[in-house]
């Protein structure tokens, strides 16, 4: 059962560039959101997705975009990286977050130079 | 404002002692809670949710208090491999979003 599976596991950027995270499911969960996950700082929300078509922004939106043209996927795009965004990425799934487990990928560790 | 607060510890203990982890969280329309477990440079994993009558699930328990509006984890006969980050976590009705806590560090020690 492959879950979460995100793409990169690393990757070192230099200021300025552009990237995207990947993220894919294969639950057919229709919540999906990111995080990242500073020392110190815990786990802040990123974007999140409800559905397909939908997204809304989390706790710390700026310099992120999102979008979710299928349930299965939910990338992540960094537009101009900044050294601000070195840190640990992670995408989850829930079928419902109310009740349901948000199933985590492994991660993505990000350094901007 | 959404807030989750943890103590950070790192609460050290033997193997083989009882301990307790509490958790406050700001929104009393929050509406379910749930302790995550995070090994180090690994992704968070559910441990368990927590029901407003306190539930048990093997060696931990969980507890509710809505009136205080804290959440807590009490893991008994601890083991060496319970030494992780508990994350204390709350979902509030409305904002569909999960707000996380930064989580409790324990060493569980031979």
């Known amino acids: 059962n492959a879950g979460v599976t995100q793409t990169p596991k690393f990757q070192v950027l230099k200021t300025g560039q552009s990237m995207t995270l990947q993220c894919a499911q294969d639950?057919?969960?229709?919540?999906m959101s990111w995080y990242r996950q500073d020392p110190g700082m815990g786990l802040r929300l990123i974007h999140y997705s409800v559905g397909a078509g939908i997204t809304d922004q989390g706790e710390v939106p700026n310099g992120y975009n999102v979008s979710r043209s299928t349930t299965e996927d939910f990338p992540l795009r960094l537009l101009s990286a900044a050294p601000s965004q070195t840190s640990v990425y992670f995408c989850a799934s829930s079928a419902r977050p109310s009740n349901q487990p948000q199933h985590f990928g492994d991660g993505t560790r990000l350094s901007i130079l | 404002r959404k807030e989750v607060e943890q103590d950070p510890g790192p609460f050290n203990v033997p193997e083989g002692a009882t301990v307790a982890f509490n958790c406050t969280y700001s929104?009393?329309?929050?509406?379910?809670f749930f302790w995550y477990r995070q090994d180090c440079r690994k992704e968070p994993k559910l441990l368990m949710s927590v029901y407003s009558s306190g539930n048990e699930d093997g060696r931990f328990t969980a507890q509710l208090n809505r009136a205080s509006q804290y959440i807590s984890l009490l893991i008994r006969d601890s083991k060496l491999s319970d030494s992780a980050t508990y994350l204390c976590?709350?979902?509030?009705?409305?904002?569909?979003?999960?707000?996380f806590g930064k989580g409790t560090m324990l060493l569980v020690s031979p």
């Open positions: 929104n009393s329309a929050s509406q379910s």
């Open positions: 639950m057919n969960h229709e919540y």
């Open positions: 976590v709350v979902y509030l009705s409305g904002y569909s979003t999960l707000t």
